[in-house]
């Protein structure tokens, strides 16, 4: 038996999130002030993902709790399509944005920190802010993953989803350049236009691979668990 319940560690994960987004939105700086806010930045974009991707899962806590030992098959049915949103919006949307996000911003750091976050940034975000928004959805969503088990869609589908989430934030971002004249990310300032091509190519293709990832780990650690609960009853037999 688990030492916390798992609906206990999903509500304590979402409002961590509601602090971190409330504490990002509170700071002053000038990039909030120019056009597409915080919106320019896929850091932003990805703790609303997490946030939203776990009210929902809280959501589906609570469902369940209520329907539990009805007959009600309307009620059943929509419990259904709300388990079913849950399981897409992990494999699609929070488990490979969120390891994207933090692999990719700890990688461009530890290389060269004014490529993704200059220095300047550190008069304006605290240091358990940015690990809150860079490091710790990463154990969050793991943690996620080990105490439930997710449906993953068709392995086509859920690339062209993934495909279309990144092709999207690329177009966002070639469009807030169109209208500021400025990229979100200083790094982007520094390459050709061909470069930059075949850099939002490469990150398409790794976002796809943490998709893969995901759906290998989920099935590893959900199949591991059924030998052990196997093994255990043909013990107790």
Known sequence: MALIPSQVLRVAILLSYFSILCNYKAIDM??????????????????????????????????????????????????????????????????????????????????????????LLDNFIPQWLNHGMHTTVLPFIIIEMRTTHHQYPSRPCGLIAVCSFAVGYVIWMCWVNHVTGVWVYPMLEQISPLAKVAFFSCLTVLINIYYVL??????YIWDCSKCVLDTDKAKAD
């Open 30 to 119: 000038p990039a909030h002030q120019t056009y597409g806010g915080s919106w320019k930045f896929l850091t932003f974009i990805d703790l609303v993902i997490q946030a939203v991707f776990f009210g929902v899962c809280v959501l589906t806590d609570l469902s369940s709790l209520l329907t539990k030992g009805s007959e009600n098959q309307e009620q059943d049915r929509q419990l259904r399509k709300l388990i079913g949103l849950r399981d897409w919006m992990m494999a699609v949307l929070a488990f490979p944005v969120g390891v994207f996000v933090v692999t990719m911003f700890w990688a461009l750091y530890l290389y060269d920190r004014d490529l993704v976050y200059p220095r």
């Open 214 to 219: 995901g759906e290998i780990l989920n099935s």
